[in-house]
């Protein structure tokens, strides 16, 4: 059988009291009472059976056995604080948001350190594609991409035409029916706002030449960048690459998308963090709508 180990509270007293050559300033740093740490290192001494301080009147030095002694506690202790150190963080303030890639992609990537810098004390924790309904009671803000139900919507929540700059020039715009039908047309499968549905609304009277199919808006934008059609796309997710100049409208009507990006903060999460992140996002969309219109 494994003999069992001093108590972790000898070792502390110990090599705190080496550190400060002082059983009053380990006291101090520990608090307890100089009684207390004198009384853990006579008991560990005691069990191993060796002095470890040479107590004099002006203070206390080490011995042999204490200088011995102390490097391999230290690492020790170090080691012991290493493990705690991410749980110890764990119970500090964090705000777990739950998004869409695409909205943590266009919108809070480019833009979360200067959350950060406002908001220092905070630790962030971003949950993204469609997170299991788990996690619904951990997150503090959900930012979700559908009917809303009454939830507040982020942006104004619009379909709008994009293409890059490269593809079409402000010269060629707005497009004619004619000249729409020669582009590809860029469009997120599993929504509601499909281009059958949407055309009108465009008052395009003509379908596109060919179509390109995606799994999310933020892979439409990505694509109608790089010059691979048109894209019918969230308002949302195209605001910074229009607010840049990387993308442009290629028709200015601006209809209501069927679904969209809305809000939620669980009513169990009422903290002060997850309003000013609510806060701070809705003010960064607001800035980017007013540089558009």
Request: glycine content about 4%; aromatic content about 6%; some cysteine.
């Given at each position: 059988?494994?003999?069992?180990?001093?108590?972790?509270?000898?070792?502390?007293?110990?090599?705190?009291?080496?550190?400060?050559?002082?059983?009053?300033?380990?006291?101090?740093?520990?608090?307890?009472?100089?009684?207390?740490?004198?009384?853990?290192?006579?008991?560990?001494?005691?069990?191993?059976?060796?002095?470890?301080?040479?107590?004099?009147?002006?203070?206390?030095?080490?011995?042999?056995?204490?200088?011995?002694?102390?490097?391999?506690?230290?690492?020790?202790?170090?080691?012991?604080?290493?493990?705690?150190?991410?749980?110890?963080?764990?119970?500090?303030?964090?705000?777990?948001?739950?998004?869409?890639?695409?909205?943590?992609?266009?919108?809070?990537?480019?833009?979360?350190?200067?959350?950060?810098?406002?908001?220092?004390?905070?630790?962030?924790?971003?949950?993204?594609?469609?997170w299991p309904?788990?996690?619904?009671?951990?997150?503090?803000?959900?930012i979700r991409f559908g009917a809303g139900e009454g939830?507040?919507?982020?942006?104004?929540?619009?379909?709008?035409l994009v293409a890059a700059p490269a593809l079409i020039t402000t010269e060629q715009l707005p497009l004619t029916d004619e000249a729409f039908q020669q582009y590809p047309l860029i469009q997120a499968v599993g929504t509601s706002d499909t281009w059958v549905n949407s055309a009108h609304h465009f008052r395009y009277n003509t379908n596109p030449g060919s179509a390109l199919y995606v799994d999310s808006h933020g892979l439409s934008v990505d694509l109608a960048r790089s010059g691979s059609g048109i894209a019918l796309t969230s308002e949302l997710i195209a605001l910074p690459l229009l607010a840049s100049g990387e993308l442009v409208m290629v028709n200015p009507l601006t209809p209501d998308s069927v679904d969209g990006y809305f809000i939620n903060v669980p009513s169990a999460s009422g903290a002060e963090p997850a309003r000013q992140f609510v806060a701070w996002l809705q003010g960064e969309v607001e800035t980017l709508m007013q540089q558009l219109d």
């Open positions: 059988m494994s003999q069992s180990l001093p108590p972790l509270g000898w070792f502390r007293s110990f090599e705190c009291a080496a550190q400060h050559q002082s059983f009053t300033a380990a006291a101090e740093e520990l608090g307890l009472t100089q009684s207390a740490v004198s009384q853990q290192i006579r008991l560990l001494e005691s069990r191993l059976g060796c002095r470890l301080f040479d107590r004099k009147p002006r203070g206390i030095t080490l011995t042999d056995d204490g200088r011995q002694l102390l490097p391999e506690i230290t690492r020790a202790i170090d080691a012991l604080r290493s493990a705690t150190l991410p749980f110890e963080q764990a119970r500090t303030e964090i705000l777990t948001i739950a998004t869409s890639v695409s909205v943590a992609q266009w919108f809070l990537a480019p833009r979360l350190s200067d959350f950060l810098n406002d908001y220092p004390q905070l630790n962030v924790r971003l949950l993204t594609t469609v309904d788990s996690l619904a009671d951990t997150t503090d803000v959900q939830q507040p919507a982020l942006g104004r929540n619009r379909l709008v």
